[in-house]
């Protein structure tokens, strides 16, 4: 006898249908998982503060102070009295010091009797072309102006030898150098217009005064007349 099969009990009919829609929930269900998310729970203390509604201040109680009313002014005396003056008291009348128009001068000084002092110019003529040239104290012997000259530079050189010092801050620096001094022999003789220019400023102030120490000499000349004559020269200051 042979077992025959219902067609609607057949299995394996649905199969394919059913594996479909299992697939879909397992996807569904993993993508599920995967997009689920957590967040930690925070502790939030929420803090309130109760207001009253109406709040009642004390106001503490004053007293008016009550001043008391100004005294009324003095009323005016029925009969005024009038007072002569003991003493009349003269006005002092302060004159203005500005000159106007009206003003007339009085005192008039005229052109003539005006002093006008004459200020002569001290010409002054270089030593190398002087006609006559200063003469130094001890050189009055001399014949002639080239005479003179040498005389003259003769004492200078001896004058600056013999009052000659180092300065000694100089020489704990060891500083040395050659000093220019310029000066002039005014129209009286007298030494002036000291000038000097050198390596350092002690140098200098000890040249200016060897120079300072000079003798007053004979003015030199020009065609009969008094000059003032520059003269230069050059103080050497050197260690050993």
């Known amino acids: 006898m042979e077992i025959k099969k219902n067609p609607k009990a057949d299995l394996n009919k649905d199969s394919g249908l059913f594996f479909v829609i299992g697939l879909t929930l397992v996807l569904f269900i993993t993508w599920m998982a995967l997009e689920h998310k957590t967040y930690p729970k925070e502790n939030l203390a929420v803090a309130a503060m109760n207001v009253s509604d109406e709040l009642k201040e004390e106001v503490p109680i004053t007293e008016t102070i009550k001043t008391p009313p100004p005294p009324p002014p003095p009323s005016a005396p029925e009969v005024i009295e009038i007072v002569e003056d003991a003493a009349e008291i003269e006005e002092t009348i302060i004159e203005s ?6 003003t007339v001068i009085k005192d008039v000084v005229e052109v003539d ?24 104290p001890g050189c009055e012997g001399a014949k002639n102006n080239d005479e003179r000259k040498a005389c003259f530079q003769q004492k200078m050189q001896q004058h600056i030898v013999k009052e000659f010092h180092y300065p000694d801050l100089a020489v704990e620096l060891n500083i040395q150098g050659k000093v220019y001094v310029q000066f002039a022999i005014d129209s009286k003789g007298k030494i002036t217009d000291i000038r000097t220019r050198g390596p350092d400023k002690n140098l200098e102030r000890e040249a200016a005064r060897i ?16 000059v003032k004559v520059p003269y230069s020269i050059p103080v050497s200051f050197k260690l050993e």
């Open 97 to 102: 010091t500005e000159i106007s128009q009206e």
């Open 113 to 136: 009797d005006v002093a006008v002092e004459e200020v002569e110019e001290e010409i002054s003529v270089p030593f190398a072309v002087i006609e006559n040239v200063p003469i130094y």
């Open 211 to 226: 120079i300072a120490l000079l003798p007053q000499m004979t003015p030199g000349t020009q065609r009969g007349m008094a």
